[in-house]
C-alpha cells in the first residue's frame, strides 16, 4: 500500500490516493456484509461485545500482549516515516529510492506464510517474543548501515520480524480470551494496532531532532519494551502449575 499510494501520489497529487482508498473500501463493503452476514456470530448484540472488552483490558496478560501490539505497528511505521523525514539525503530526497526501499520488503511479505509449518514448531507466545526482538535489533542496524542496498535489506529482515510476531500476538491474545470471547480479544488486537500506528509517526517527527540514528534507536526502544511486554505475558501466574 505504500507502494501503491507514492505511484498514485506521484501520478495524479496526494488528494488522489484519498479517492481511490474511498473507491477500493467501497467496493470491498458488499463482500464484507456478505461474509459478516452469515457469520455465526451475526445475530450477537453489539453492546454485548463492548461490555465484554474491559474484562479482557484489565487482565495482566492480555493488557501486556495489547501494549506489545501497538509497538509492534507503531514501530513499523515509525521506522518508515524516520526514513521519509530523516533518512539518508540519497534516499530521503529521492521518490525512486525510497519507492526501491519499500519495495523491499515485499519477498518478506510472500515468504513468511510459506514458513508457517516451520514456524508452527515453536508456541504463539515465543513467536511474538522473538519476532518484537529481532524487529528491535534490526531497526537498531539501520543505524549503521549506508545505502538503498543495505538499508533495504536490514528493512527485509524488520519486516519477515513484524509479520512473524503479528499473528503470533492475536494467537495468543485468542488464546488468553477464550473461545467465547475471542471475538472481542481480536477487536481489541486490531484497536491496539491502530493506536500504535497513530503514535508510531508523531515519535518519528517527535524525535527528528536527533537525527535519523536517534529516531531508530528511540523506536529499538519501543520495540524491546515490546518484546519485554509479550515475555512477561507468557509468564505463568502465581499460584497456579
Known sequence: ??????????????????????????????????????????????????AAMPGLIVQPRLAALFAATATLLGGFVAVYTAVTIAGPPEIAGDDGALLVLRASALPAMVAVPFLAGFLGRWSAGARAVVGLALAALSVLATAVVGGVV????????????????????VQSIGEY????????????YAFS????????????????GLGFSGIVIAVAGVLALGAVLAALARRPVRGTA
Open 150 to 169: 543495505g538499508l533495504g535489506a536490514v528493512l527485509l529482515v524488520f519486516t519477515a520480524a513484524i509479520l512473524v510476531a503479528a499473528p503470533a500476538l
Open 193 to 208: 494496532m491502530f493506536v500504535g500506528a497513530g503514535i508510531g509517526p508523531q515519535l518519528a517527527v517527535g524525535a527528528a
Open 1 to 50: 500500500m505504500q507502494i501503491a499510494a507514492q505511484g498514485i501520489a506521484s501520478a495524479a497529487g496526494w488528494r488522489a490516493v484519498f479517492l481511490v482508498s474511498a473507491v477500493a473500501l467501497l467496493a470491498a463493503a458488499p463482500a464484507a456484509h456478505a461474509v459478516l452476514h452469515t457469520s455465526r456470530h451475526a445475530g450477537r448484540p453489539l453492546l454485548g461485545a463492548f
Open 177 to 188: 480470551a477464550g473461545p467465547e470471547r475471542q471475538g472481542v480479544g481480536t477487536a481489541l
